[in-house]
């Protein structure tokens, strides 16, 4: 089975009401995902169409939806000042999986309800400032576009939006088992170490493709943790080779202090681990094709 997100996802969409949760809706109802309902109190009991005939309940709480559907995933596109309270209800509901795709939510919202999540034993969360997960093929949950690449048996994972898809497409050769958006902010509920875990137990992923970006250690920890947990064959890229030191860049944790958190610190610390690490996203397509190739000798 895909990781984390196979066919058998039943996903409820937590403002699917708004406008980029009816958008979205709709560009996952037609690459196959399962959307079983969505979440919003003042609409409880109505029915949303979108295109082909499907039509989707809405219900008042996410307890309600999966007590009515079996809804397994939530995917959350709701504004950030509500985020964690979406968040939280999905928690306590304790459905298994949690997509949150909102942009801008403060860090301490994150670090509470990523806590309330680990103590709860019960739910993993996506993200936040994620474009979500796909299993090509079998389901998607969030924004990536689904007509990018078919299956195959690549994992990728990634901290950036735009690079998943541009790998995914580098790739679309090899096919994706699984690609998940990690998110770059500096306080996110699944990590490169969680997907790097999942891929390596993953009988339907061959080659991993890690990508990471300037600022804080997460790509040096799952450097560690490759060297000690890992078998197979990893590549790599580090977005921000060209970045201007001392200035903050793009996503919220891409903030680097002195020579920590640089691409060329990162690069060394991967590398010298066994993971090779491309200096261009397609020079590290280049180098999954020849992992791939390697295992067929």
């Known amino acids: 089975m895909a ?43 109505q029915k949303v169409e979108f295109r082909d005939g499907v039509s989707v309940p809405v219900f008042g709480t996410v ?46 919202d ?9 103590r709860s034993g019960k739910t993993r969360i996506i993200g936040p400032n994620c474009p979500g997960i796909i299993s090509p093929g079998k389901s998607n949950a969030g924004i990536v576009p689904a007509d990018i690449t078919g299956p195959g048996r690549v994992g990728l994972v990634s901290k950036s939006g735009t690079l998943t898809y541009q790998l995914m497409y580098e790739v679309r050769d090899l096919g994706i088992s699984t690609a998940i958006g990690i998110g770059g902010d500096p306080v996110i509920g699944t990590t490169h170490i969680d997907a790097l875990k999942y891929f390596e137990e993953d009988p339907e992923t061959d080659v991993i493709v890690m990508i990471g970006e300037i600022g804080g250690d997460a790509e040096e920890r799952a450097a560690k943790y490759i060297s000690e947990h890992v078998s197979k064959p990893v590549v790599g890229y ?3 080779f060209t970045a ?10 891409a903030i680097v202090s002195g020579s920590s958190g640089t691409a060329a610190a990162k690069k060394e610390a991967l590398e010298a681990t066994g993971v090779r690490v491309g200096k261009t996203p397609t020079e590290t397509a280049k180098l999954a094709h020849e992992a791939m190739a390697s295992l067929k000798k």
């Open 3 to 45: 990781i984390i997100l196979d066919e058998n996802a039943k996903i409820i969409v937590q403002g699917m009401t708004g406008s980029e949760g009816m958008k979205h809706t709709q560009r996952m109802i037609d690459s196959g995902s399962q959307i079983v309902g969505g979440t919003n109190p003042r609409k409880a009991g």
């Open 63 to 108: 307890k309600e939806a999966m007590a009515a559907t079996g809804a397994n995933v939530s995917v959350i596109f709701v504004p950030a000042k509500f985020t964690k309270s979406a968040v939280m209800e999905s928690i306590e509901a304790e459905i298994p999986l949690v997509v949150c795709i909102t942009e801008g939510v403060p860090v301490k």
């Open 110 to 118: 994150t670090a509470e309800f990523f806590t309330a999540a680990q």
């Open 238 to 240: 580090i977005a921000g």
């Open 244 to 253: 201007p030191k001392g200035k903050t860049m793009g996503h919220a944790g």
